[in-house]
């Protein structure tokens, strides 16, 4: 089992930056961020292969997210620039441990992380 503890969310003004952590306690294939917004579905925002590196985005945040990761302290990052109203939703880190499945795929996430509120004032 990994368990996953998330920080960095908050309140921010518009055109503003937020980076976000989760801690893992183990290893997976993926980590993955989603979020989801009051009434909506969760949705996937990003994801990264946890040794190689390669990284997967929602058109929403493409060249304003970042995901990152440091193996040293199985830790992934989401660095969250130009941030808008609509990014404003509870933010959850989750790991895939097989590497069968899409990398949106939010079924197929096994441990998820609490979730962090971010909210982005206009």
């Known amino acids: 089992q990994v368990q996953l503890v998330e920080s960095g969310g908050g309140l921010v003004q518009a055109g503003g930056s937020l980076r976000l952590s989760c801690a893992a306690s183990g290893r997976a294939y993926r980590g993955g961020w989603f979020r989801q917004a009051p009434g909506k579905e969760r949705e996937f925002v990003a994801a990264?292969?946890?040794?190689?590196?390669?990284?997967y985005y929602a058109d929403s945040v493409k060249g304003r997210f970042t995901i990152s990761r440091d193996n040293a302290k199985n830790t992934v990052y989401l660095q969250m620039n130009s941030l808008k109203p609509e990014d404003t939703a509870v933010y959850y880190c989750?790991?895939?441990?097989?590497?069968?499945?899409?990398?949106?795929?939010?079924?197929?996430?096994?441990?998820w992380g609490q979730g962090t509120q971010v909210t982005v004032s206009s």
């Open positions: 990264i292969i946890w040794s190689g590196g390669s990284t």
């Open positions: 989750a790991v895939q441990i097989s590497a069968v499945y899409a990398a949106n795929d939010v079924q197929r996430y096994n441990y």
